[in-house]
Nanobody
Framework: VQLVESGGGSVQAGGSLRLSCAIS????????MGWFRQAPGQEREGIAT???????SYADSVKGRLTISRDNAKTTLFLQKNSLKPEDTAMYYC???????????????????????????WGKGTQVTISS
């Protein structure tokens, strides 16, 4: 499975960006997909996840400003980012799990917690830089 992020760039605070993640295989049976970010010197943070039922989970730091979604063919994952702040500057990664590796309860519970440990496949990331 390959994941390729796009849509990153440099914008001023208050602006918007839409990140996309193209996934090489169908994600219909995957329990969890999500977006993570990592700023220099900081740990990777799960900011938004979407489970197989369509339930979303957001980190408090981005709640109300970000929206995760996927297309009907379920091969592209999106992250709409509004009201961007300088502290949103980071490398953004999309990720998904391996179907069947975990039972559904465990997988979706970890998905709601935006846990990186539930993800088995990762993209290489796209840089987002927000200037004040």
């Amino acid at each position: 499975v390959q994941l390729v992020e796009s849509g990153g760039g440099s914008v001023q605070a208050g602006g918007s960006l839409r990140l996309s993640c193209a996934i090489s295989e169908s994600v219909i049976s995957r329990y969890c997909m999500g977006w993570f970010r990592q700023a220099p010197g900081q740990e990777r943070e799960g900011i938004a996840t979407l489970d197989i039922r369509g339930t979303t989970s957001y980190a408090d730091s981005v709640k109300g400003r970000l929206t995760i979604s996927r297309d009907n063919a379920k091969t592209t994952l999106f992250l709409q980012k509004n009201s961007l702040k300088p502290e949103d500057t980071a490398m953004y990664y999309c990720a998904t799990d391996q179907p069947g590796k975990r039972n559904s309860g465990t997988a979706m519970g970890q998905c709601r917690q935006r846990s990186a440990s539930t993800m088995d496949y990762w993209g290489k990331g796209t840089q987002v830089t927000i200037s004040s």
